[in-house]
């Protein structure tokens, strides 16, 4: 992981609420969300948005673990950002656009 990659993703994270520790300095970061994740905790948001598992795993790996068993509707919130390369959280009192750059496996 460059120095610039890592800043980044240590961005992400002290966003979340774990925050980052130093402990994780050019740690790629290793996300394994629940099949029953929402699709906020996929993408992010909320009244406070906070980035959510994709954005998390920014410049490391998205894994999700027993694929099938994702909702419909919350693996077509992975389209875009897929496809885009980016996610937009719109909330009341915030905009935010995270980049997510990750690698994704599925079992």
Known sequence: MTDEQALEA???????????????WKRRNFRAPHHTSS????????????????????????FLDEFPEFDRKVLEVLREPMESGH???????????????F???RR
């Open 103 to 105: 690698s994704w496996s």
């Open 87 to 101: 996610i937009t959280i719109s909330a009341p009192r915030a905009k935010r656009i995270s980049p997510p750059d």
């Open 39 to 62: 699709g906020v905790a996929l993408v992010g948001g909320g009244g406070n948005p906070r980035p959510g598992e994709i954005s998390l795993a920014h410049h490391g790996v998205l």
């Open 10 to 24: 240590a961005a992400v994270q002290s966003l979340s609420n774990g925050g980052f520790s130093s402990e994780n």
